[in-house]
């Protein structure tokens, strides 16, 4: 099936740790995204690639890292520099280009324990 | 600066109600694009249907319908007749410019959650 898929579904992590979010899309898009979402604050976006090896930060990046080594790959690292990284956790992917719609992955949850 | 807005953050109707979701945005950009997305209780979001500036043209989906009104900055979005399937927090966004010609980057509204009564 085409899509994007993220994993882990739930994640849990000890203060301290680095954890990394998984995300691959096999529609050949160009454009891939990483969004947080917090209880009544919609989304933020936290890193975006264009294409292969090039990515730009977006509007809450501190505390995270991401590598864009395949087109179809776009992993997110949650450090233990990021102070509050327990939130849901959205991978998208898109054509880029002129208004081309963002597709999402159906999520990962990370708590901090 | 680009801002989405909300004003409802719950909504609560009756199955068969008609229901309106608005939208009102702000942005600078001569063009941009409108979204809006579902979020059922399993966490994705699923596109329901993307509006460019130039089009102002309404649009009907079955039971779904979209308002654009660029002279109030709105994008409405009504639901006709609605059913317990719709119950979801229900997003809009505004698609900005990444760089060069690029409008990926989305601003959210902070949503609305619709629930739809039997």
């Known amino acids: 099936d085409g899509g994007i898929t993220q994993s882990p579904k739930y994640l849990f992590r000890k203060e301290g740790q680095n954890v990394t979010l998984s995300c691959e899309q096999n529609?050949?898009?160009?454009?891939m995204y990483w969004y947080r979402q917090d209880p009544g604050q919609g989304l933020r976006l936290i890193y975006y690639?264009?294409?292969?090896?090039?990515?730009q930060k977006g509007d809450i990046a501190e505390g995270y890292s991401v590598s864009r080594e395949k087109k179809e790959s776009f992993p997110l690292t949650v450090t233990s520099a990021q102070k509050n990284p327990t939130a849901f956790y959205l991978c998208?992917?898109?054509?880029?280009?002129?208004?081309?719609?963002?597709?999402f992955g159906e999520g990962s949850w990370l708590t901090v324990v | 600066a680009q801002k989405v807005t909300q004003a409802q953050t719950e909504i609560s109707v009756v199955e068969k109600e008609d229901v309106t979701l608005d939208c009102v945005y702000e942005?600078?950009?001569?063009?941009?694009?409108l979204f809006w997305y579902k979020q059922p209780p399993s966490g994705e979001l699923v596109f329901l249907i993307r509006?460019?500036?130039?089009?102002?043209q309404n649009e009907i989906s079955g039971r779904y319908s979209w308002n654009f009104q660029k002279s109030t900055s709105s994008f409405n979005f009504t639901i006709t007749a609605s059913q317990v399937v719709d119950s979801a927090v229900y997003f809009c966004?505004?698609?900005?410019?990444?760089?060069?010609?690029?409008?990926?980057?989305?601003?959210f509204g902070q949503g609305t959650i619709l629930t739809v009564h039997p």
């Open positions: 966004a505004l698609s900005g410019k990444m760089g060069g010609t690029s409008y990926g980057k989305l601003t």
């Open positions: 529609l050949n898009h160009d454009a």
């Open positions: 998208a992917s898109s054509n880029g280009g002129s208004g081309n719609t963002i597709y």
């Open positions: 942005t600078r950009d001569t063009t941009y694009y």
């Open positions: 509006r460019n500036s130039f089009d102002e």
């Open positions: 690639s264009q294409i292969v090896n090039d990515f």
